[in-house]
């Protein structure tokens, strides 16, 4: 069952196809190469911004879009007749929130939920609201149930290039220890909407990523075994097979395991071969 609510998110959420076939509205954010400026997921892919550093050596930049952007995008559909429900990468990182919120002001039945978290943790409350939508429920409803379980959303991530969050600024902990030993592979974690660094590891990225998973699953052991995402740039195919059947051992149905390819925006953040695993974590499974 569908009714008349539309949900909708940053691409920075990183749905790939499941965009369309969850019928989940995509609003691409912007990114910079050097003068030249695109829309995440419309006329830029991460492969351009790779071969922009090799070239350059210079990061992207992203952005926001404006209060007025978001107000046209949510106009297309309260004018026919929806309700909207819209999932923001965390107010902490971005001002995608603020611009969303004050624009949803302007119109009626618009509720925007920071969603304290990005890539594909954003996107796990989007498809949690898609999965609310398609079940009758209506937008209040589903808005005020995604504010309760936004806080039990893990995500996480392996970084194996430092250069990008570094130069970058969106992660001040890195600085304790950038440049002491390149083989240092900091897990990443989003707590209460800012990124911080949870753990070092050392060593080889594929050899150390079954010991994140781990360490990831037995620190936060209550998943929603509903679904669980491998969100990574362009990482290593060995690393993601080893971790889809880490997952599976686990409990994973493997049906139940998503592999999306991070975007742009999240690309121009942390760089090559960063590797995540992301679920909700307010399950019964311990």
Do not use: W
Request: aromatic residues 10%.
């Amino acid at each position: 069952m569908q009714n008349n609510v539309k949900i909708t998110t940053d691409s920075a959420s990183d749905l790939n196809e499941l965009f369309k076939t969850r019928d989940i509205g995509e609003f691409p954010l912007y990114v910079m190469l050097g003068d030249d400026q695109y829309l995440d997921d419309v006329d830029i892919d991460p492969l351009k911004i790779f071969d922009h550093y090799d070239k350059t050596h210079t990061l992207p930049k992203t952005a926001a879009r404006s209060i007025e952007d978001f107000y046209e995008f949510f106009k297309t559909f309260t004018d026919n007749g929806l309700s909207v429900v819209h999932i923001a990468i965390s107010s902490q990182i971005s001002a995608t929130y603020d611009h969303a919120s004050q624009a949803a002001a302007r119109l009626k039945n618009v509720y925007v939920v920071d969603g304290r978290s990005l890539s594909s943790g954003t996107g796990l409350l989007a498809l949690a609201a898609a999965d609310m939508r398609d079940s009758g429920l209506d937008a209040k409803h589903i808005a005020a149930t995604l504010e309760a379980r936004k806080k039990e959303v893990q995500a996480s991530f392996m970084i194996n290039t430092l250069e990008f969050l570094y130069k970058g600024g969106r992660c001040s902990g890195l600085s304790a220890f950038f440049g002491k030993a390149f083989s240092i592979k900091p897990t990443l974690q989003l707590l209460d909407g800012n990124i911080t660094v949870a753990r070092k590891f050392l060593g080889n990225f594929n050899k150390n990523i079954i010991k994140y998973v781990d360490y990831t699953l037995e620190k936060y052991d209550r998943p929603d075994m509903t679904r669980v995402f491998i969100t990574h740039t362009h990482a290593d195919k060995t690393a993601v097979d080893a971790v889809r059947n880490k997952l599976i051992s686990f409990g994973f149905a493997p049906d139940n395991i998503i592999e999306t390819i991070a975007g742009s925006t999240i690309t121009s953040h942390c760089g090559k071969s960063t590797l995540g695993i992301l679920y909700i974590n307010d399950g019964n499974k311990k």
